[in-house]
Nanobody, 111 residues
Framework: QVQLVESGGGLVQPGGSLRLSCAAS????????MAWYRRAPGKEREFVAI???????LYNQAVKGRFTISRDNAKNTLYLQMNSLEPEDTAIYYC?????WGQGTQVTVSS
């Protein structure tokens, strides 16, 4: 059974940075695509970034150049480095692997 556990969220001022982590278990992490999604208050869940198991990455245009997705296959962990955060980035951030979702971690960008 796949389990995804996110961490690293919190309150940060505009322009600040956070790094999210997603610890995965139960599947061959190095052989699957892993992604981050987010749900802002009152909005639908949206794609943020994906890390392909062959090394490719893809970003939502809204975060491109500010966010970096990476993975450590030895630690079965997915990361999302978020820089130059904006109030519009406020959301619950979810880790995704195929049909599986983590519980989410709250990111709030506010002064």
């Amino acid at each position: 059974q796949v389990q995804l556990v996110e961490s690293g969220g919190g309150l940060v001022q505009p322009g600040g940075s956070l790094r999210l982590s997603c610890a995965a278990s139960g599947r061959n992490f190095s052989a699957t695509n892993m992604a981050w999604y987010r749900r802002a208050p009152g909005k639908e869940r949206e794609f943020v970034a994906i890390s392909g198991y062959l090394g490719t990455t893809l970003y939502n245009q809204a975060v491109k150049g500010r966010f970096t997705i990476s993975r450590d296959n030895a630690k079965n962990t997915l990361y999302l480095q978020m820089n130059s955060l904006e109030p519009e980035d406020t959301a619950i951030y979810y880790c995704n692997e195929l049909e599986c979702w983590g519980q989410g971690t709250q990111v709030t960008v506010s002064s």
